[in-house]
């Protein structure tokens, strides 16, 4: 069993920045994500990253946001620049260990 625990949103005004966090229970745990959900809209992957270090990104958010994680302590993390009044949404954490483990979400705002 994997637990998920977000930290890290809130509300910022365009242009600003964020941090997310996501703290992992467990081991071996291979790829870890960030999704979001915007009110209304289907939830939709915004980057990616393996055990390796392995990153992807939505194209939307390429050159804004970067995912990264630290391995020992089994947390992964979103740094969000250039924040845009379109990444209002709530952010989910998402690690696969032989099946799907979600967090709980995080409110991020940004405000124009």
């Known amino acids: 069993q994997v637990q998920l625990v977000e930290s890290g949103g809130g509300l910022v005004q365009a242009g600003g920045s964020l941090r997310l966090s996501c703290a992992a229970s467990?081991?071996?745990?291979?790829?870890m994500a960030w999704y979001r959900q915007a009110p209304g809209k289907q939830r939709q992957l915004v980057a990616t990253?393996?055990?390796?270090?392995?990153?992807n990104y939505a194209d939307s958010v390429k050159g804004r946001f970067t995912i990264s994680r630290d391995n020992a302590k089994n947390t992964v993390y979103l740094q969000m620049n250039s924040l845009k009044p379109e990444d209002t949404a709530v952010y989910y954490c998402?690690?696969?260990?032989?099946?799907?483990?979600w967090g709980q979400g995080t409110q991020v705002t940004v405000s124009s």
């Open positions: 998402y690690a696969k260990r032989f099946k799907d483990y």
């Open positions: 467990g081991n071996s745990i291979n790829n």
């Open positions: 990253i393996t055990r390796g270090l392995t990153t």
